[in-house]
């Protein structure tokens, strides 16, 4: 089935398409709505190695002048070294304001791309076909990029659109168990603050890799993202919604150098300990940390704090989370599963959610 959103921001509309197989004709498309125009694709080692053939065929069938960046897999690819081999890279292609970037991976990928087409020659058109279903269910829509630094991830990025979003969920068939769990704990966030049915879903759902099913959970997903992100384009207010778990998760992923989680193991591990303290303080209903607990493990995500990790540290690097103001900073919590809201403490109040 094939499903169609329009994505209606201040800075720029654009579409995103979501059917199975639609990577197979990708250069046809790229070719119809970038004809003439240069493509550079910005990938990574592992999707190269997977695709590279097939890859080149489909950017040969667009009839445009193109050129595959691929970069390191993982997350410390997200570096300022990167992004000047990527525009040494353009500059060397000669790719101009009127051509394209094209990003093909996960959310690295994607937040890195997105950050250079944002920055190279003050703006460059963008396109966005992620491969995991963390990038299909979440990074790909809405325009958030940004590098990591050594103090924490993110912390340097811009709001930038794509001016298209191609979603093949098929990708999701090649993907190995522990990137569909990484995925799977974006779909859970979701369900958590907005969409209790999408939980009760995801508790009976037998086979989450079924490809009508998770055609229909990646645009549900998208339909909560869209209709956040065009009331709050910034991350000023509703859209903050979308970081449950991210400022503990965040920190994890930091002090394990982005090697030992994945950021959804990271983010199901935020969620889980900030929804046992939230619920301790009176914050949150009862039972709801029970019921997200059974169904992160269901996934085979994790759902406590490693073992023997430094909570003062913990607690220290998820005060620089980009989202503060000031001393203050905007925690995301469940008043119940399906309905979340924004808490704000005093940044030195995290440990209170960690301990």
């Known amino acids: 089935m094939k499903y169609n959103l ?20 990708i250069g046809t498309i790229l070719g119809e709505h970038f004809s003439g125009k240069k493509i550079a694709l910005i990938t990574d080692e ?20 193109w050129v595959i960046i691929s970069l390191p897999a993982g997350d410390t690819s997200k570096s300022f070294d990167t992004l000047t081999v990527i525009y040494k890279r353009l500059v060397d292609f000669q790719l ?55 103090e924490g991830k993110n912390l340097v990025g811009t709001f930038y659109q794509p001016s298209y979003v191609f979603i093949d969920p098929d990708f999701v068939k090649t993907l190995s168990d522990y990137h569909m769990a990484d995925g799977m704990a974006e779909i859970i966030k979701y ?10 879903d995801l508790i009976r759902m037998n086979n989450h890799r079924d490809a009508q099913l998770i ?49 959804g193991q990271a983010v199901a591990i935020g969620m889980q300990t900030i929804t046992e303290h939230s619920e301790a303080m009176g914050l949150t209903g009862i039972n709801t940390s029970a019921m997200l607990k059974e169904l992160l493990l269901e996934y085979g995500l994790p759902a406590e704090l490693p073992q023997g990790i430094d909570k003062n540290l913990l607690a220290q690097t998820a005060m620089r989370d980009k989202k503060r ?23 030195s109040d995290i440990r209170k959610f960690i301990d």
Do not use: W
């Not at 053939?53 to 489909?58: G, I, P, R, V, Y």
């Open 6 to 25: 329009a994505i209606n921001m201040k800075s720029r509309k654009y579409p995103v398409t979501i059917e199975s197989g639609l990577f197979r004709t």
């Open 46 to 65: 592992n999707i190269e190695k997977t695709y590279g053939d097939f890859l080149e065929k489909q950017l040969n069938a667009s009839h445009c002048e």
């Open 96 to 150: 101009s304001r009127d051509d394209v970037i094209v990003s093909l991976g996960g959310g690295v990928v994607g937040d890195i791309s997105g950050f250079v087409a944002a920055t190279f020659l003050r703006g460059v058109d963008f396109v966005q076909i992620p491969t995991t279903l963390i990038g299909q269910v979440d990074s790909s829509i809405g325009g958030k990029n940004g590098v990591n630094l050594p």
């Open 191 to 200: 369900a958590c603050v907005a969409d209790a049915d999408l939980f009760s």
């Open 215 to 263: 055609e229909s959970i990646i645009y549900r997903c998208c339909l909560i993202k869209k209709q956040m992100i065009e009331q709050d384009e910034k991350d000023q207010g509703i859209r903050m919604l979308t970081n449950f778990g991210h400022t503990i998760g965040h920190a994890i992923e930091n002090l394990s150098d982005y090697r030992h989680f994945g950021h």
């Open 325 to 347: 103001r000031g001393n203050k900073m905007n925690l995301v919590l469940l008043e119940k599963i399906g309905n979340g809201y924004l808490y704000p403490i005093e940044k």
